[in-house]
């Protein structure tokens, strides 16, 4: 039987940045994926933002810390992943909306965010031609930004590659072996091995994976579309994120990503459950109509392509993180809730250092993000 020190189950926005930490520190490393490649989950269809302005202190602290990984990404490894510091924009047009997030920027700041509200003439100096009619305002945060989900999936490969870690693609867990309390074996559709901890990121499949060793990770997914426009001469800035509820929807956000091209996606209402990942004929009437009324400039741009996405979300809409207390070598890193491309850099070296540095200064994250806890919250600024 092949013995490892980890097994990290699924090659996508979490377990990519995972395995390449850990094998960076010398742990004997193998990934099992049941695509062919990488990051052909959910990760193939995110759009590429990430921003640590959320509203509670476990996802500012990961992202803060994926945004400082990826950032110098370019720099400190010599790979392209379309790296954009734009920022990220919430205009406002509602007095409700407006002292929301005013609310939200007092503890927003007491993490060191740097976000400020901004008038609307700032606004139309990031945003050229934004429709201005009712604004008030918004929110932005200069140091978020973008990157390109398909680039930086195949350098956290490569880089996790030559760091050590295996890859066993086309290759799927189809059961795990228990004794005294510890997975004593991983059996897939074409070999058994064994490891000392194993690591579930398995995205929209994570309670799949729970049920082998008997636990119900509360993981459901659901569906969300997205596209991405012709490329264009740059001519904003941020993501721009209207937070503004419809009767079909309850925002959408755009940004222009490195070659030029506007991506888009919208959050459905009610929520689509399930894991059907077909195209809609809805999708774009619906968010087109939102987007051009937000920003005219859009409405001469040809959609190329649009594609649909799952969000593996959790009850509560956090993430679920850290090992299980009835089995106690199996870690989950799950439940990404449609932002596992901006929180799984962050939180793949954060687990790192927890395994191989034995570190505490964590705590309060896996304290907030633990299986164990109530799931009675909601995330503020989803």
């Given amino acids: 039987m092949k013995k490892y020190d980890v097994a990290v189950i699924g090659a996508g926005s979490v377990g990519l940045p995972l395995s390449f930490f850990l094998a960076e520190k010398g742990l004997k ?3 099992f994926e049941k695509m062919p490649s990488e990051g052909r989950g959910q990760n193939k269809t995110a759009i590429g933002g990430i921003r640590a302005t959320h509203s509670d202190p ?4 990961i992202c803060k810390l994926s945004i400082e990984i990826v950032s110098r990404m370019e720099r400190e490894y010599d790979v392209g992943i379309d790296w954009i510091d734009g920022g990220y924009l919430f205009p406002v047009y509602d007095e409700k909306n407006e002292v929301a997030l005013k609310e939200l920027l007092k503890s927003q700041k007491k993490f060191d965010l740097n976000i400020n509200w901004i008038l609307p003439d700032d606004i139309e100096k990031l945003t050229p031609g934004i429709n201005r009619g009712n604004l008030r305002g918004g929110t932005y945060s200069p140091e978020d930004g973008s990157a390109s989900p398909l680039k930086l999936a195949d350098a956290f490969y490569m880089l ?5 870690a295996e890859f066993h693609f086309n290759e799927e867990v189809t059961s795990m072996s228990l004794q005294n309390g510890r997975i004593t074996q991983l059996t897939t559709n074409k070999d058994r091995y064994s490891a000392g901890i194993v690591i579930n990121t398995a995205g929209a499949s994570a309670k799949d994976i729970g049920k082998m060793v008997g636990l119900d990770i509360p993981v459901y997914p659901d569906s969300h579309e997205a596209g991405i426009t012709e490329p264009v001469k740059r001519f904003f800035k941020p993501m721009i994120v209207d937070i503004r509820p419809d009767k079909q929807s309850a925002n959408y956000y755009f940004y222009q990503n490195k070659e030029g091209q506007v991506v888009f996606c919208i959050t459905p209402y009610p929520k689509i459950p399930g894991i059907d990942i077909d195209n809609t004929s809805e999708f774009l009437p619906l968010v087109i109509k939102r987007m051009v009324e937000l920003y005219p400039r859009l409405r001469n741009l040809r959609v190329r392509r649009t594609w649909r996405g799952l969000y593996p979300m959790t009850p509560d809409g956090f993430p679920i993180v850290g090992y299980t207390k ?15 491309f901006m929180i799984g850099p962050g939180l793949g070296k954060i687990i790192s250092e927890i395994i191989v540095d034995k570190t505490n200064k964590y705590d309060d ?12 919250g909601e995330e503020i600024l989803k």
């Fill in 29 to 31: 490393v193998s990934v």
């Fill in 326 to 340: 009835e089995v106690d070598n199996f870690l989950l890193v799950v439940g990404m809730c449609g932002q596992g």
């Fill in 58 to 61: 476990a996802k500012i602290k």
């Fill in 365 to 376: 994250i896996l304290e907030q993000l633990t299986l164990y806890r109530s799931f009675s």
């Fill in 160 to 164: 996790a590659k030559n760091s050590g």
